[in-house]
């Protein structure tokens, strides 16, 4: 990832330091941060701007399938494209890293994700090593709807 200092917002890898800033950002959009640790936030990006944490996302990787997870942008930074650059961005990472499938649950995003090309799935569809996750068997409510999108071979 080469990002532009020049620009007015920088996408970067977050950092364990960064661990308060993002369960600030998290709670504020309403998403529950009770299974992250700061060790976790080397699967996450953030996009900073003037020197605050205005979006995040991160992914769980099992072998050839990931989790998206935890995408929101700040209230204030809302309707700049800053939760379709990080979606775009970690589909890119984890091409790169071999996995075939993304999925994700959410509540509120749906029409987002479809927008990203993402679809919806009955749960019940889920592989194992993504049902097993606390953010699937525990954290996210059953109405959450739980979407796919094939990303490699």
């Known amino acids: 990832m080469i990002c532009d200092p020049q620009q007015e ?63 929101v942008t700040d209230p204030d930074s809302r309707g700049r494209g800053y939760a379709r650059r990080i979606a775009r961005q970690l589909e890119s990472d984890a091409r790169r890293r071999g996995v075939r499938a993304i999925y994700l649950l959410t509540e509120t995003a749906a029409t987002f994700f ?12 889920a592989p194992a090593s993504i049902a097993a ?13 739980f979407m796919i999108k094939r990303v490699g071979g």
Do not use: H, N
């Open 9 to 71: 917002e920088d996408l970067r890898p977050l950092l364990p330091s960064d661990f308060s800033a993002v369960v600030r950002l998290l709670e504020a959009g309403s998403l529950s941060s009770d299974d992250l640790t700061p060790d976790d936030m080397d699967s996450f990006l953030g996009i900073v701007k003037e020197d605050a944490l205005a979006a995040v996302g991160g992914l769980q990787l099992f072998g050839s399938e990931a989790l998206m997870r935890s995408v």
């Open 114 to 125: 479809e927008s990203l090309g993402y679809r919806l799935e009955s749960r019940a569809k």
């Open 133 to 145: 996750t606390d953010q699937f068997a525990k954290l996210c409510p059953d109405s959450a709807g």
